[in-house]
Nanobody, 125 residues
Framework: QVLLVESGGGLVQAGGSLRLACAAS????????MGWFRQAPGKEREFVAA????????DYRDSVKGRFTISRDNAKNTVYLQMNSLKPEDTAVYYC??????????????????WGQGTQVTVSS
């Protein structure tokens, strides 16, 4: 069983920054690919960013490229999402997820095996 706990969400003005963290309680964290997803009220959950087991490969949805950065620290069993130049449309609950197949990374939610409880990010205009 994998327990994922997100932190770092909050209220920020447009143009501001937040850094989300997701701590994983699991052995062999480095075997997992990790992803961030988000869900706004009334909308489907959507892919935000993903990273493979060693951080050598990453991917982002187009609307966050150049503003968000995903990274991981395998020694700390933690994955991060640095979010800069935030926009009101980034407002959502952000979830981290773990995929047992860590060599690559996935952008589809169904590929992920474990999910955190989510952290709210609200960007005011």
């Amino acid at each position: 069983q994998v327990l994922l706990v997100e932190s770092g969400g909050g209220l920020v003005q447009a143009g501001g920054s937040l850094r989300l963290a997701c701590a994983a309680s699991v052995r062999a964290f480095s075997r997992y690919a990790m992803g961030w997803f988000r869900q706004a009220p009334g909308k489907e959950r959507e892919f935000v960013a993903a990273i493979n087991w060693n951080g050598g490969n990453t991917d982002y949805r187009d609307s966050v490229k150049g503003r968000f950065t995903i990274s991981r620290d395998n020694a700390k069993n933690t994955v991060y999402l640095q979010m800069n130049s935030l926009k009101p449309e980034d407002t959502a609950v952000y979830y981290c997820a773990a995929d047992r197949h860590g060599l690559g990374y996935a952008i589809d939610a169904y590929e992920y095996d474990y999910w955190g409880q989510g952290t709210q990010v609200t960007v005011s205009s």
